[in-house]
């Protein structure tokens, strides 16, 4: 019950990273290997490193996910100096910035359903597909209890996203420059059922635990903008993170590594028979150090890395024609 407690020893004079796997489903190969960068890079770095488990997605938190993603870590041979840290206990912290930023107009009580934005007329959408919230909500009600009574239910609560651009000076990429009202709109903070949602959740935990570096698959990277402008509206502008994405690891068919590609879990390799090693050599390429002989743990290859090899564009991986991480074929991974 101990790990589970919302504390966390902050050394705000010592560089701090974190990993945070999100007890949804298990660690896959495209994972690990950001989580290899992740920890070669502190440790290379002499930062800090907070194992914090992101568990807000209530209806998707798998039982014992977290329990598996702390075994595979360690399997691997990634340490951390404090945690895990569960973000669940930690509710109140959450609701505090979120009642913070309704009460300075920063944000905003919304009854609207996801059928109704994703149907509404004047909604354009973004690349990926997702609608862009129109605003529907954005000056229609004077307070939190007039959306309740209209609606008949709790409302959600969205951040006023201001009008221009959010820039960042990414370590990896460059400097990166997004209009978060034009591309992605207001955005929730905070669910119907009082839960905070992941962009506000990570502002206020990065924040609280001095995390000045996050290193992430550029899958996320619309969420920096978001997350810069709530460390803004917050007024923490001099807590915001160095910010490093990474390209992901995907499939043949151009998509992120997932189910669809076949078995890729961290524990169906071991449990065929895998070692760390096995598994360590090949993130190992990924990461830009090459072919290695000898590695039984991630310490191994610290003296290899460097961010600057690490390759620009994403990993192609095709699990059913992998032969590099089982003993024999049939076993998962091998189609």
Known sequence: ?????????????VPTTRLAPSPTGALHLGNGRTFLVNWLLA???????????????????????????ID??????????????????????????????????????????????????????????AAVYPGT?????????????????????RFRVPDGEVAFDDVFR???????????????????????AYQLAVV???????????VRGDDLIESTPRQILLYRALDWADRIPHYCHLP???????????????????????????SAGDVLRLLATWCGIGAVEEVARASDLLGKFDLARVPRDPIVFDPSKSRTLVPSPGTPGEG
């Open 174 to 196: 460059g400097r990166v420059a997004i209009d978060v009202a034009r591309r992605l709109g207001d955005f929730v903070i905070a669910k119907g059922d009082g839960t905070a």
């Open 72 to 129: 595979d870590l360690r399997w691997l041979g990634l340490d951390w100096d404090d945690g895990p840290i569960y973000q669940s206990p930690r509710a109140p912290l959450y609701r505090t910035a979120v009642e913070r930023l309704v009460r300075s107009g920063q944000a905003y009580p919304c009854v609207c359903t996801r059928k109704e934005v994703d149907a509404a007329a004047s909604a354009p959408h973004a690349e990926d597909g």
């Open 204 to 214: 206020v935990d990065d924040a609280d635990m001095s995390v000045s570096d996050v």
């Open 137 to 157: 909500c954005r000056n229609r009600f004077a307070s939190i209890d007039d959306a309740r009574r209209h609606a008949g239910r709790e409302p959600a609560i």
């Open 1 to 13: 019950m101990d790990a589970h407690l919302p504390t966390v020893n902050v050394h705000r004079d």
């Open 248 to 274: 992901l690891v995907i499939g043949p068919d151009g998509r992120r590594l997932a189910k669809r590609h076949g078995d890729t879990r961290l524990s169906a390799y071991r449990a065929a028979g895998a």
């Open 43 to 69: 440790r290379r770095r002499g930062w800090r490193v907070l194992l914090r488990i992101e568990d807000l997605d209530g209806p998707r938190v798998k039982r014992g996910a977290d329990v598996q993603a």
